[in-house]
C-alpha cells in the first residue's frame, strides 16, 4: 500500500510538473483547481465506500464465498451516483465554475468539462480497489500503479515530442487515467469471483 501511494503521488505529480514546464503557472493553476474540486472528494469519498465494501468482501472470503454480487452491487450504485453527477459537470462546469470561483477561472471550467471522463472512472474504481487485498493479490497494487507511472511518461514524452497544446495533452492524459481505472475495474471483477485467496490455494 505505501509503495503504491508513492507511485500515485508521483503520477500526480509528474502532469503538474509538465503543465508548469509547457504552459507556465496560469495553467498549472486551473488544472490543480480542478484536480482540488473532482478528484480530491472523489478520492476521500471512495476511500470511504472502499472501506467498507473491503470489510463486507473480506468477510465473504472467509467463509470461503466469492463477493462478486457485492461487487456488481457497489458498481451499480457508485454508477447510479456518478452518471447523472458527471454528466452535469460535462454540461456546466464552464458556466458554474466562473460563478463560484471568478471570471478568470473560465479556463478551469473548460479543463473540467474534459477531465470529467477521468473522474467518472475514477470514482467507480478506486472504491472497489482493495479487491486484489481481499484474496491476497498483494502485488496487484504497486503493478498497477507502475503501469500507471509508466503510462503517464508516455503520454507526457507524446506531447512534448509533438509539441501538444494544452488541451490536446489534456485529452491524451484524461483517456489514459480513463482507460487505466477501467482495466482496473475489470481486475476488481475478476478477482471478486474467487472464492479463496491465492495464499490458500499454495498452502492448502
Do not use: C
Not at 32 to 37: F, K, P
Not at 119 to 141: K, T
Amino acid at each position: 500500500i505505501v509503495l503504491s501511494n508513492l507511485m500515485l503521488s508521483i503520477t500526480t505529480l509528474m502532469p503538474l510538473w509538465f503543465i508548469s514546464y509547457n504552459w507556465g503557472a496560469d495553467f498549472l493553476g486551473y488544472y490543480s483547481l480542478v484536480l482540488a474540486t473532482l478528484v480530491l472528494p472523489i478520492t476521500l469519498i471512495g476511500k470511504a465506500v472502499g472501506q467498507v465494501y473491503y470489510q463486507k468482501a473480506a468477510n465473504l472470503m472467509a467463509n470461503s464465498k466469492s463477493f462478486n454480487q457485492l461487487f456488481k452491487s457497489n458498481v451499480s450504485f457508485l454508477a447510479l451516483i456518478s452518471l447523472p453527477l458527471f454528466l452535469f459537470i460535462s454540461l456546466t462546469a464552464k458556466t458554474i465554475y466562473p460563478i463560484f470561483f471568478g471570471a478568470q477561472w473560465l479556463i478551469a471550467g473548460e479543463i473540467a468539462q474534459f477531465y470529467v471522463l477521468a473522474a467518472g472512472m475514477s470514482f467507480i474504481s478506486i472504491p472497489l480497489e482493495r479487491s486484489a487485498l481481499v484474496i491476497n493479490a498483494w502485488w496487484y497494487g504497486p503493478l498497477w500503479y507502475l503501469l500507471r507511472v509508466m503510462t503517464t511518461i508516455i503520454v507526457i514524452w507524446i506531447a512534448y515530442a509533438l509539441d501538444y497544446s494544452f488541451i490536446n495533452f489534456l485529452i491524451i492524459l484524461t483517456i489514459q487515467i480513463a482507460v487505466m481505472h477501467f482495466f482496473d475495474l475489470i481486475a476488481s471483477f475478476l478477482f471478486s469471483l474467487r472464492n479463496k485467496p491465492f495464499e490458500s490455494e499454495t498452502h492448502g
